[in-house]
């Protein structure tokens, strides 16, 4: 098993460019999440999503839109990227009876010029 | 309102205790879980208290009082691997998880 993987690892942009993460998992998990971690700091929800075809925002959910593909896949979008969006991004699933433990990406480490 | 407190940093030396504190205030608190992340890599869960009292998992323990909105991870015969962030983050009945800063542990020989 693979786990949780993120595409890609690094990526530079310059404001008001477009973007896509993408997040796949093959645990058979219901839950996905996309969290931020800027330096220093710990993670906070952007978004969650309980099931295919359900997303809730989290704590920080302006300036990104998210897609549940299916159950599989998880992706986060950004429309127009900010220099405020220059952070670590990750990607985590989790069982619907188990959403105290989830299981991370790599992550995505992301700058905005 | 809703936050997690720990604190930003803890020294320890090799094969000693060292005990991380997170206190929390929320409401719909489910449990207290803990992460923990080596630099530069991802957050892997440790380990999770619902109830009062503590778990223990190998050299790892973690403790909760819900009536004090705190609780603990105890890290026993510290290794120099065990250098790394712990993150403390709750867990509510809406099935989101909000976590701490994290506390920057480092092991000394």
């Known amino acids: 098993n693979a786990g949780v993987t993120q595409t890609p690892k690094f990526q530079v942009l310059k404001t008001g460019q477009s973007m896509t993460l993408q997040c796949a998992q093959d645990?058979?998990?219901?839950?996905m999440y996309w969290y931020r971690q800027d330096p220093g700091m710990g993670l906070r929800l952007i978004y969650y999503s309980a099931s295919e075809g359900t997303t809730d925002k989290g704590e920080v959910p302006n300036g990104y839109n998210v897609s549940r593909l299916n159950k599989r896949e998880f992706s986060l979008r950004l429309e127009s990227a900010a220099p405020s969006q220059t952070s670590v991004y990750f990607c985590a699933s989790s069982e619907g009876s188990r959403d105290y433990e989830q299981y991370f990406g790599p992550g995505t480490r992301l700058t905005v010029t | 309102g809703q936050s997690l407190e720990q604190p930003s940093e803890v020294t320890a030396v090799e094969g000693a205790i060292v005990q991380i504190n997170c206190t929390y205030q929320t409401s719909g608190f489910y449990g207290l879980s803990w992460y923990q992340q080596h630099d530069g890599g991802a957050p892997t869960f440790l380990s999770y208290?619902?109830?009062?009292g503590l778990e223990e998992t190998g050299r790892f323990s973690s403790f909760l009082s819900r009536s004090d909105s705190y609780g603990y991870l105890l890290l026993q015969e510290l290794q120099m691997k065990d250098s790394a962030s712990y993150f403390c983050?709750?867990?509510?009945?809406?099935?989101?998880?909000?976590f701490g800063d994290g506390t920057t542990l480092t092991v000394k020989p």
């Open positions: 983050a709750y867990n509510t009945n809406a099935g989101k998880s909000t």
């Open positions: 208290n619902a109830l009062d």
């Open positions: 645990m058979n998990h219901n839950s």
